[in-house]
């Protein structure tokens, strides 16, 4: 466990040994379900770093719900390592890791962004601010549910809930592997939903698009032209505001792969990340 500056306890992983240590950024409403592949291989090589956001990974929520934030996690990455280290980030932890790239860039050494937007992760369906207001406001109204909330998250079905991955393209029916899919909702289901509906709140309403701009540290970035949750489109336009700021960037795109690229072909992910991280000087 680590104690973050206001005095929440997190739930704190240090796996390995070689620096600069890979500090992790995990998807939303997620914990280590989506990094099995990822944990094993790159732990054999250097100091791996996980940590699971406030209120989730089986942890109580915190005393403060209203520091379940982008923001408030950005901060709490800087309390978990504090020392600079390579960022890892996958889906809404791409939002996570820039925003704690904005805040604490000194303790970036170089960043790795796994199928996330910069951008209001909405805009893809409609860039509106009504629209993510409303959505947002959705979400809080979810976290005041109580038990109704509560049972909402705990009866869903898994066979459903990996078939609206399929549709939706956050994962490929053939390849993403189904324990996955399922580490990933059977987690999703035992949280509170105080804690789920304010995250997503946060997700809805935050931007890091002012962020690019001021990268100046290597940057690898990685999609699945089969994306919908994060088009590649938002790949792309991160490739092209980081180059134009004058920082080392490299775009990968996978054919045919979805928004869990990385445990659908995690062997090529995770070699083009070796390769990323031995040019790191």
């Known amino acids: 466990m680590a104690r973050m500056r206001d005095g929440e306890e997190l739930r704190v992983r240090r796996i390995g ?21 990822f944990l094993e291989h790159f732990s054999a090589r ?4 996980f940590w699971d956001y406030r209120g989730h990974g089986g942890q109580a929520p915190p005393r403060n719900l209203r520091s379940i934030t982008v923001e408030q996690f950005a901060e709490d990455a800087h309390d978990v390592l504090g020392v600079p280290a390579v960022s890892v980030a996958l889906s809404f932890g791409v939002q996570v890791a820039l925003e704690h790239y904005k805040r604490h860039r000194e303790n970036v050494r170089a960043l790795v962004l796994i199928c996330g937007t910069d951008g209001h992760p909405l805009d893809r369906i409609g860039g509106a601010a009504w629209l993510r207001q409303n959505a947002a406001r959705l979400m809080r109204a979810f976290a005041r549910g109580g038990p109704l909330a509560r049972a909402a998250l705990r009866t869903g079905r898994l066979a459903l809930a990996r078939e609206l991955a399929y549709l939706s393209g956050g994962a490929h029916r053939d390849l993403c592997p189904r324990e996955v899919l399922d580490g990933v909702f059977a987690h999703t289901a035992q949280m509170d939903p105080r804690v789920v509906g304010r995250v997503v709140a946060s997700y809805f309403e935050h931007s890091a698009r002012d962020v690019l701009p001021t990268i100046q540290v290597p940057t690898l970035i990685i999609a699945g032209d089969r994306d919908e949750l994060t088009p590649v489109e938002c790949a792309e336009r991160m490739e092209r505001e980081i180059r134009r700021a004058g920082a080392p960037v490299r775009l990968v795109v996978y054919p045919g792969h979805s928004h869990l690229v ?20």
């Open 46 to 49: 250097r100091e791996v770093v």
């Open 262 to 281: 990385q445990t659908e072909r995690p062997d090529d992910v995770h070699a083009e990340i070796d390769h990323f991280l031995s040019e790191l000087k």
């Open 17 to 37: 040994s070689g620096a600069p240590p890979l500090l992790l950024f995990n998807g939303l409403v997620s914990s280590e379900a989506h990094w099995p592949f």
